[in-house]
């Protein structure tokens, strides 16, 4: 399929979503499915209104970002959007609109929007704009597919096009993949370079991250949960397994839908508030109060001769939830720090439980939504029936698949044959932060593939923090030995194995326990002679 050419058409107080679907076209570009691209950043010293021109007419693919903004801008919808239309009613060029909430495409204002062709409706209504570049860049493949049979044969132009402003592409990025250059000649696009510069790797990664892969089914399945009554998620990752940040969208998700919203980190509590349950429950209350920018009444709730948890209970139900009158979405991330204090850890995992099953009894406790995390296993003795891990929807987040590993290559501007993605895979294991340090490093040219595979697994290397933190958990757990017999292809005990999984340095093939990934094999074969 020869590649073909796109533009794309905005309003300038769209900009910021513009340059973040540049980051995609650009990709598109490197892939050989878009010849090139073309916006309305025009190079200072052209013919403004030439160059749009000429770029425009050239296009065979015109993508449509409509918003309010589009929309009520005389040039865009006058002479753009109508221009797009002609051209596409003629078969000259594929029209592709993206659609921004709160514009809707069956009742747009002055009907502008109903005078689209009935074969160039929306690829998708951005209303999630974490997931929507999947469904822009499928929409724009079939396109170019489509007007790669309706060129043919038609000869390519043989001159450099004017690239937009502010993606600098190089002349090697411009030549058309039939050239035959090798992908690992071509520069990774400066717009990568940017969006990579301004993210720090570790944490969660930022709503608005262009690196961010979708945990498809789990995120979908955390979504549906969170709206329904009484709602109790569990998920349940190694550090760094990406389930903070799965949390963080989970959180986003339930704001969407109108819920105030509350995040409690548990590593914020000091060891004296995790001593006693009175002092915890109440820096857990205050501390939803503030999240929820509500007046602090704690002092009220507590004046009764009643238990710490029917204080904490009455405070939620009578004040927090009778107060907010809608669903409250609250996530409770790293929950494993309680495990080890059963001063609290009893009393308050049972009073969750109890909440969750509230709901069933009173429908005002139907408002409250609890999202859990947590990497250990809980060891906490209780009872079955006070539990909060044995209801609800338990998550549990595996590697990144495949699939998922190769759209992140391709998101960091690197055009891959397979057995370099064999290669990635086979040292990380499909981790996502480790998959994340390897390609951001290789994608600023820092290293290039084959020396991160030389280095990764050293102390010297890209991860000695990371590997060193591994070692201490181990000599820490007196897990040292289940470890050397992992990689030695040998079983440990079941329960050293489920703390090594707890861990995130194992996986269970069947019923062998095996590395999770060549870099773990690697180092502690080495480190633990």
Known sequence: MKPVKLFFSYSHRDEKLRDKLALHLSLLQRQGVIKSWHDRKISAGSEWAQAIDDNFNAAEIILLLISDHFLASDYCYDIEMKQAIARHEAGEARVIPIILKPVD???????????????????????????????ITQGIRQAAREMAKVLGDRPTATTLDIAPQGTELSTAQLTDPADGLPPDVLAIPQTVLNLLAMEDLGGQVPLESAFYINRTPAQERCYEAIAKPGALIRI?????????????RVLNYASRQGYPVAALNFQMAEQEVLSNLDQFLRWFCTSITWELGLEDRLEEYWKSNLGSKNKCTNYFQRYLLETLKYPLAICLDEVDQVFVHPAIATDFLGMLRAWHENAKLKPIWNNLRLVITHSEEVYVPLNINQ??????????????????????????????????VEQLMAIVGGHPFLARVALQQIARGELTLAQFLRVAPTQAGPFGSHLRRHLGNLQERNLVDAMKQVVAAKQPAIAQASKLANLGLVRFQGNNVVPLCDLYRQYFRDVLK
């Open 105 to 135: 495409w069956n009742s747009a204002p002055f009907g502008k929007l109903q005078a689209f062709p009935k074969n160039a409706k929306p690829v998708t209504v951005w209303s999630n704009r974490d997931e929507a570049f999947l469904d």
């Open 387 to 420: 539990s909060p891990f044995n209801v609800g929807l338990p998550i549990e987040l595996p590697p990144l698949n495949r699939a998922q590993i190769e759209d992140l290559i391709q998101r960091h501007g690197l055009c891959w044959v397979e057995s370099e």
């Open 236 to 248: 349940k990752a190694p550090r760094q397994m990406g389930k903070s940040s799965l949390m963080l």
